[in-house]
């Protein structure tokens, strides 16, 4: 048998654990998706800082590689000078040189030569002020203070920048030429801005960042970039010295592209996690799903064991070999053997009853060959104690889920009790029908003696007469004797008769249950006894009830009891004075039942007789039979009915009938 545990309920703290448990894949989940926040932002912040530094790297060669390229240009401006300045008219050997410094990389675009008193000698590309001969007006062609500035020091200096015509922005530098411990003369080389700083960078460098220069209010007045969008947090901005005068260079860096791998790889991520997320949800619905359908598993299996344990048909199943797979508590119960001692055994079985093994056996194999009667088979087995067991048996397949046979099942129905009751009755029957028939017989034989005898008599003294007339040697008339003949016969037949009707009265002697009023049946009983009670001396007095419901009984078999038990209290009131010879006789309804009492003013029953009144052939009178009260009980029982006796307050014994009334109880 399967054992069911009952489901018991969790402590409180594994609750929490299991809660805890529960909410753990989307805490490790989040913590995960944390740390990948900031793995990205930590690599985009390393990257920044990467950019930075680049920026930073670019920007200061930037610078070194323009001061470079303005110290340069510095020292052929003197060179050129020294030439310019050496007295004679300069050779094509130095325009080409100027030429050459003019170009657009070195990003000068004019030199003009000056005395020292700041007339303009000469300038390439010419300038108007190199034609006149006023020494202030070169000076105003050029920016005066760097001028007197570079005079005085005797090295070079540069000149704010200033608009020119087109937008640009120009800056000079001024280089004073020595000639033998005075100045010779000045060098100025114009730039242009534009040039300088745009046309100057290499191609990689304005590829990457946007370079603007500032003047000192903040205003971009030159600028290399593309059409790009900038990055804000990548800028850099440092004085543009020289040339100085609060000019400044800002680069900022071109936004770059966006890298798409990481982009996809953390929204892959992100995906994933969703996903992850989702299936962990599905499972545990999954799993809530499952553990509902568990705990209705549970309750469900629990009410069946419930069931099977608290029916009283005994089941047990056995396989197509005829082996125990299962047996329930009912059939435990009956047997007496516990299912471990009964599960995986074949036949012969321990409750089998040993004095019937081979009957058994055979009840076996026609039962796995056929299966049991619709009806049942009766089987009787023994208990583990030894009792006597008798069982009704219903085989049927066993189907599996698969549709086929796996063995049989049977349900036994304990009839024990329910044989034990037929066997009474039956008994009691056979014992009821035996005394009858003793009764009958003795009815019968006490009828015969007296009504035989008068037939019997009568042909007695005809054959008297007829043999003393042969004897005497009389002459015989034949009339007379033919006459004689006829009597003897008519006697003859008389007595065959009265044997007929006896006959006849035995046969009628099965009881015929009928619906009776009790009181009519009463009436006729004491109709059978009156004349009895007469010669005897004994006053009857009835007293019949209110009409009640029917019961369902044999009259004949009502009437005996009641003429037995009249008969039984004159025969203890024979010791009495006539006069206190007297037998009540009453009926009455108690609730479903229906009474007839006979009372007498007898000596009453001793104890010692109480006890054994009822059993057969008990009598403590010379004549008696000691039948007629066990019949009489007998035949109360067969009607469900009773027989019982009590003493009667102021002398004597009353003996009660009790009959169920045929009707639903009042
Ligand atoms: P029987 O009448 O042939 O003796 P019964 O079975 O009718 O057989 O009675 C058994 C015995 O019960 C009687 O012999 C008698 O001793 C006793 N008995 C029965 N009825 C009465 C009664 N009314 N008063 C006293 N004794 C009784």
Request: charged letters at 25%.
């Amino acid at each position: 048998m399967s054992q069911t545990e009952a489901p018991s309920l969790p402590p409180a703290s594994a609750a929490g654990r299991r809660r805890w448990i529960q909410h753990l894949p989307y805490l490790s989940l989040a913590l995960f998706l944390v740390a990948i926040a900031a793995l990205v932002w930590l690599t985009r912040q390393y990257d920044a800082d990467e950019q930075r530094t680049t920026l930073i790297n670019d920007v200061l060669w930037m610078e070194q590689n323009l001061r470079f390229h303005l110290d340069r240009n510095e020292v052929y401006l003197q060179e050129i000078g020294r030439e310019l300045f050496a007295g004679q008219p300069p050779s094509p050997e130095v325009d080409a040189r100027l030429a050459s410094l003019l170009n657009q990389e070195r990003g000068l675009v004019q030199i003009m030569w000056l005395a020292a008193d700041g007339r303009m000698i000469g300038a390439m590309p010419p300038h108007p002020a190199a034609q006149s001969s006023a020494a202030d007006a070169g000076a105003q062609a050029v920016d005066e203070a760097a001028f007197e500035l570079a005079r005085s020091i005797g090295r070079p200096v540069y000149g704010p920048a200033h608009a020119v015509i087109g937008g640009t922005h120009h800056f000079e530098v001024h280089v004073p030429i020595w000639s033998e411990d005075a100045t010779a003369g000045m060098v100025v080389g114009v730039y242009s801005l534009t040039d300088l700083v745009v046309r100057e960078l290499p191609w990689w460098f304005s590829e990457r960042y946007r370079v603007a220069v500032l003047d000192a209010d903040g205003r971009e007045i030159a600028a290399k970039s593309k059409v790009a969008p900038l990055s804000a947090s990548l800028a850099y901005t440092m004085p543009f010295d020289p040339p100085g005068h609060g000019l400044t260079l800002q680069i900022t860096a071109y936004k770059s592209d966006t890298r798409w791998v990481p982009v996809l790889l953390g929204a892959s991520i992100v995906l994933l996690a969703g996903i992850i997320v989702w299936s962990v949800r599905q499972l545990r619905r999954q799993l809530a799903r499952r553990q509902r359908a568990e705990i209705a598993l549970r309750a469900e299996s629990a009410f069946r064991k419930a069931m099977e344990d608290s029916m009283l048909t005994g089941m047990r199943a056995r396989d197509l070999d005829g082996r125990l797979t299962y047996v329930n508590s009912a059939f435990c119960r009956m047997t007496g053997f516990s299912a471990d001692e009964l599960l995986g055994l074949k036949a012969p079985m321990p409750y089998w009853d040993p004095e019937r093994l081979e009957q058994t056996f055979e009840l076996h194999r026609q039962i796995l060959s056929s299966g049991s009667a619709t009806e049942g088979t009766e089987v009787r087995l023994r208990r583990k104690n030894g009792e006597v067991l008798d069982v009704l048996v219903f085989e049927a397949p066993l189907i599996d889920a698969a549709g086929r046979q796996a063995g049989w099942m049977g349900s036994v129905l304990d009839i024990t009790e329910q044989k034990r009751a037929r066997e009474q009755t039956r008994q009691q029957e056979e014992r009821l029908q035996q005394s009858s028939r003793l009764i009958t017989m003795g009815e019968m034989a006490s009828t015969l003696a007296h009504e035989l005898n008068q037939p019997l008599a009568a042909i007695a003294s005809y054959n008297t007469g007829c043999m003393n007339r042969l004897v005497d040697d009389q002459p015989i008339d034949r009339r007379e004797l033919l006459d004689i003949h006829e009597r003897i016969a008519r006697q003859a037949r008389r007595a065959g008769e009265i044997i007929r009707r006896v006959h006849d009265f035995v046969r009628r002697s099965e009881p015929k249950r009928e619906p009776l009023d009790l009181n009519t049946v009463l009436r006729d009983a004491i109709g059978l006894i009156e004349a009895d009670a007469r010669k005897r001396q004994v006053q009857l007095r009835v007293e019949l009830g209110e009409p009640m419901p029917p019961v369902v009984a044999d009259a004949v078999m009502i009437e005996q009891i009641v003429v037995n038990l009249v008969r039984n209290a004159m025969d203890a009131m024979r010791e009495l004075a006539p006069a206190q010879r007297l037998v009540e006789v009453r009926t009455a309804r108690h609730g479903r039942f229906a009474t007839v009492s006979v009372a007498d003013r007898g000596a009453g029953i001793p104890t010692d007789i109480a006890a054994r009144l009822f059993e057969p052939f008990f009598t403590t009178k010379a004549e008696g039979m000691g039948m007629g009260l066990n019949i009489c009980r007998s035949i109360a029982e067969l009607h469900h009915g009773r027989l019982g006796f009590e003493t009667r307050p102021g002398g004597g014994t009353i003996f009660t009938l009790s009959l169920p009334l045929d009707a639903p109880p009042a």
